[in-house]
């Protein structure tokens, strides 16, 4: 599925949920309960962790994060994943932050359920 669908389709659950007037605990968000992780996909290239987490961290503390690079030459492959200290963060990221444009590029936040931070990861956990 194009990534610009997945922004949509998230946009359009969260208005429904709006107009409905959802309790947080039926909410679609309610099923990542249990993970502070969150994707973010089509970030410009030239970003670094630093930049991301000046724009994520409005929402809360970021505690970790993983740019994923190409392991050749280092360049960034335009996503990552970041993790909040508090779970809740997460729904506002996704609310909030899904389609947002970042140096001309509609990016995606969207919830993770199971992600592992690599263990041979050069990035210092924050």
Known sequence: M???TKVKLIQELNDR???L???PGVSWH???KDSAWVFL???PYELTEGDII???????EVVNIHLVRDKRTGRSKGFCFLCYEDQRSTILAVDNLN???IKG???RVDHVSHYRAPKDSGEADM
């Open 21 to 23: 007037g959802t309790a």
């Open 99 to 101: 389609g947002i444009r």
């Open 41 to 43: 996909g089509g970030l």
């Open 2 to 4: 194009n990534p610009l």
């Open 30 to 32: 309610s099923q990542y």
């Open 54 to 60: 000046c724009v994520f961290s409005q929402y809360g």
């Open 17 to 19: 949920e709006a107009q």
């Open 105 to 107: 590029r509609t990016i």
